[in-house]
């Protein structure tokens, strides 16, 4: 709900509204195919960072922002709301020509994902945290990985669990598949940053999703190194099957 005389919207529509937007302007930069491949990937990060960080300071003055594409000045560190961005999930799969890439918008309040959305524009999906279903249904034996393959922990846990790997990429794309209910789970370990991560994850816990960090610990979002290298997204059901796989040795 919007309160007379304050934002326009609420944080949520914000966040749906800016990844949203910027999707639309990735694809008109890929529109047509007219740039090469690098040119595309480059264009796109900057475009997209230019609109989204234009946009929250006008609609959100008082907020930090932490973003893949801008420089981080640390001021992040000493305020609660904290909006953390990745322009272009998946550049390298925009710059191929692939559906598989995101925008990513989260707010963060206490370092904990509150607002957050992920759009994947090239296949016209808006993911939200105010909207997003929850998730349910029969499990499908199936988990997302990476274009490149399975990290360890992930082979550990298909290979316990049984999960029939389906390759996807980038880290918003894996993550909505397990929101959609296409595959049960996303095991991430090696690197990834906060902005890889965050509005993925915030999307997830809205939709009644488990979260945590590799050894089950809950996800702290805005810290001074924003290096997150692991998490998993999975189904409730078969959360304590998936931690108890990566406590064993394997
Ligand atoms: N080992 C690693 N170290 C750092 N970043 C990684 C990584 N593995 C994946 N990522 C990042 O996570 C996102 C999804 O990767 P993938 O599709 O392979 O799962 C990509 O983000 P960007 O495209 O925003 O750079 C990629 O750079
Ligand atoms: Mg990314």
């Known amino acids: 709900m919007t309160v007379p005389g304050g934002p326009r919207h609420t944080d949520a529509e ?147 669990l049984q999960l029939q790997a389906v390759h996807i990429g980038s880290a918003g794309a894996k993550a909505m598949a397990v929101v959609r209910g296409d595959v049960d789970a996303y095991v991430h370990s090696g690197g990834q940053y906060e902005w890889d991560n965050c509005a993925p994850v915030g999307v997830a816990l809205a939709a009644g999703l488990h979260c945590s960090r590799l050894n089950g610990d809950e996800i702290v979002y805005n810290n001074p190194q924003p290096y997150l290298p692991d998490f998993v997204i999975c189904r409730r059901e078969i959360a304590d099957d998936l931690l108890d796989a990566l406590r064993s040795p394997w």
């Not at 016209?124 to 922990?153: F, K, N």
């Open 14 to 160: 914000l966040a749906a509204i800016i990844a949203e937007g910027a999707g639309q302007l990735l694809l008109g930069v890929g529109h047509g195919e007219l740039l090469d491949r690098r040119q595309l990937g480059d264009l796109g990060d900057a475009l997209a960072q230019a609109w989204i960080s234009r946009v929250l300071r006008r609609q959100r003055p008082a907020d930090a922002v932490l973003s893949e594409e801008a420089d981080d000045d640390l001021t992040r560190l000493d305020r609660e709301r904290v909006w953390i961005i990745d322009p272009l999930d998946g550049t390298s799969e925009f710059s191929r020509g692939t559906t598989h890439w995101a925008v990513h918008v989260a707010l963060t309040i206490g370092g904990i994902p509150d607002a957050s959305a992920v759009s994947l524009p090239a296949q016209g999906q808006v993911y939200r945290s105010d909207e997003v279903p929850q998730v349910g249904g029969e499990l499908t034996g199936r988990i997302a990985v990476s274009r490149y393959g399975h990290s360890y922990p992930s082979a550990a846990v298909a290979d316990r």
